[in-house]
């Protein structure tokens, strides 16, 4: 089976530097998949990733933890002729039992082809309708969405979308020091690693949130954290480049704030609770 592995932010930047990201971003999944023991074969163009896997379950897990994919759909391939398309599409409907039901084709083209976008979902939902007697076309709210992607002489088929953490590929900007002391210090870590900052994490001995984190991160270094005094020497230890706290609004105070000779950033401070303990969950993978 083939995933389609979407990217967002990384498709805003210039071609050397979009190619550099991407690149980056394929590297940081296959390093995922190995470290869970998973086999993949990757490829990429402009604007999707591949990745072919025998075990979609375990990919699903493994790509829902890589920053900076946006989306993944698990995707029957085949050659981009409109007739292998109406096929394929035909043979998804039948799946999701369209007959006696209501669907909508979802379709778009990138390239140079004898068909528009229109022409496709047309010619697709005709074949649909003609296959599964019952089946009615429901644009605004069907029970079934097929989506039918051609991008130049190869078509995708599919029906789900598994959400990604977005953000920046990890690596990709500057070294930071997280202190992580409790699920606040967790989830600041986890944006700064959003962001594509590589995160070295200072933890208090035994800290659980500090390792729920190395599931995002298959080469996490952790520095013990014995006092805030001890921070200046964890910033020069990790080389980083900034400092992220998890600073909750009650205990801001600039005037308590660590003076390091790098930047701090304290990005949980305004979160409301709920919002926390939603990405706290998330981190955790429950």
Same mark, same amino acid.
């Given at each position: ?18 190619? #550099? ?57 085949? #050659? ?6 109406? %096929? ?24 140079? #082809? ?20 019952? &089946? ?18 190869? +078509? ?8 990604? /953490? +977005?953000?920046? /590929?990890?690596?990709?900007?500057? %070294? ?28 208090? /001995?035994?800290? #659980? ?44 105070? /600039? &005037? ?31």
């Amino acid at each position: 089976m083939v995933l389609l592995v979407r990217f967002g932010e990384i498709a805003l930047k210039s071609r050397y530097v979009r190619r #550099h990201l991407r690149d980056r971003l394929v590297a940081n999944l296959q390093d995922l998949f190995a470290m869970e023991n998973v086999e993949c074969v990757t490829e990429a163009d402009e604007a999707r990733i591949y990745v072919h896997v025998d075990d979609p379950a375990r990919a699903k897990s493994i790509l829902m933890r890589v920053f900076g994919v946006v989306s993944i759909s698990p995707a029957t391939e085949g #050659h981009g002729d409109l007739e292998t398309m109406k %096929r394929l599409a035909v043979e998804e409907a039948r799946s999701a039992g369209v007959a006696e039901s209501t669907f909508a084709i979802r379709a778009r083209r990138v390239g140079s #082809h004898p068909f528009t976008s229109q022409d496709l979902a047309k010619e697709i939902g005709g074949a649909v309708l003609d296959a599964c007697p019952g &089946a009615k076309v429901n644009l605004g709210a069907p029970a079934v969405e097929i989506h039918v992607e051609v991008r130049e002489n190869r +078509g995708f088929v599919f029906r789900e979308f598994w959400p990604g /953490p +977005g953000g920046l /590929p990890l690596g990709s900007q500057g %070294r930071a020091l997280a202190v992580v002391e409790g699920e606040a210090g967790m989830v600041a870590a986890w944006m700064a690693m959003k962001r594509g900052c590589r995160v070295v994490v200072a933890a208090p /001995p035994g800290s #659980h949130e500090a390792d729920v984190l190395r599931a995002w991160e298959p080469g996490l270094k952790m520095l013990e954290m014995t006092g805030p005094d001890r921070l200046e020497e964890l910033v020069r230890i990790a080389r980083a480049g900034a400092v992220f706290l998890g600073t909750r609004g009650p205990e801001f105070d /600039p &005037a308590r704030r660590p003076q390091v000779s790098v930047p701090v950033f304290e990005p949980v401070v305004g979160l409301p609770d709920a919002e926390l303990a939603s990405l706290a969950a998330r981190i955790r993978g429950t």
